[in-house]
């Protein structure tokens, strides 16, 4: 199994910048992709960003420009550099990782609030 370990998120202003990090542990050798999605109040968890072990990335179009997904391979961690925040960011974001076998594991998730 893996365990994730969210941190960062928090209150900012519209236009603010926010990072959140992951942190994998368990059996960490399975993982191959690692992310970020988001559920905001009311709405389904949806994909914000992706990145293999090999570094294909994926990023939610809404997100595209605004926000830069990153690994450390070696420490198996992910971070999420989130810029130009809007209110329609507001969420809850979950740090996901993806193992060759097809399981799935969630972070607990963190709250981010873009909020004037």
């Known amino acids: 199994q893996v365990q994730l370990v969210e941190s960062g998120g928090g209150s900012v202003q519209p236009g603010g910048s926010l990072r959140l990090s992951c942190a994998a542990s368990g059996t960490i050798s399975s993982i191959n992709s690692m992310g970020w999605y988001r559920q905001a109040p009311g709405k389904e968890r949806d994909l914000v960003a992706t990145?293999?072990?090999?570094?294909?990335?994926n990023y939610a179009d809404s997100v595209k420009g605004r926000f830069t997904i990153a690994r450390d391979n070696a420490k198996y961690t992910v971070s999420l550099q989130m810029n130009s925040l809007k209110p329609e960011d507001t969420a809850v974001y979950y740090c996901?990782?993806?193992?060759?076998?097809?399981?799935?594991?969630w972070g607990k998730g963190t709250l981010v609030t873009v909020s004037s």
């Open positions: 990145m293999t072990n090999r570094g294909l990335i």
């Open positions: 996901r990782t993806a193992t060759y076998r097809g399981m799935n594991y």
